[in-house]
């Protein structure tokens, strides 16, 4: 688990307190456990995961967009942008098909779901940068 928070870019005492309410124990013997015995048996593994985590860091790194921020729309954690993704999902899907609500013709009912398909494809590179540009505390 905290080689796993480690390549999420999550810090190893949430780990600890995570794994600490799994196995009924304090995060402090977690964290001593971890640095006492394990970490050494799982040095290459840490190596990679920090590896994975600077690559897909430096993947969507881009100039920041203050613009999500002015909107409300500021997210600090997978699982927030997760919930983000949720809504977006409820806005751009209609109710009913495009066809019978606008009366379309096929290609045009298609070039429609596409265009709000990139849309939310957009939103998803936006709320996903705000996750990786977010400074760890």
Request: glycine share 2%; charged share 35%; net charge positive.
């Amino acid at each position: 688990m905290v080689i796993r928070y480690i390549r999420e870019g999550k810090t190893q005492m949430k780990a600890f307190e995570d794994v600490g309410k799994k196995l009924s124990r304090t995060p402090q013997a977690c964290g001593f456990r971890w640095n006492a015995n394990l970490r050494k048996q799982y040095k290459k593994a840490i190596e990679l995961a920090k590896k994975d985590r600077k690559k897909f860091n430096d993947q969507f790194t881009v100039p920041n967009s203050s613009n999500d921020q002015q909107k409300g729309h500021s997210v600090k954690t997978f699982d927030e942008l997760i919930e983000q993704l949720e809504k977006l999902k409820v806005e751009y899907v209609p109710s009913q098909s495009l066809k019978e609500s606008h009366s379309l013709t096929e290609v045009e009912e298609l070039k429609a779901r596409l265009k709000t398909y990139e849309k939310c494809v957009e939103r998803i590179y936006e709320l996903t940068r705000e996750v990786v540009e977010k400074p760890k505390s």
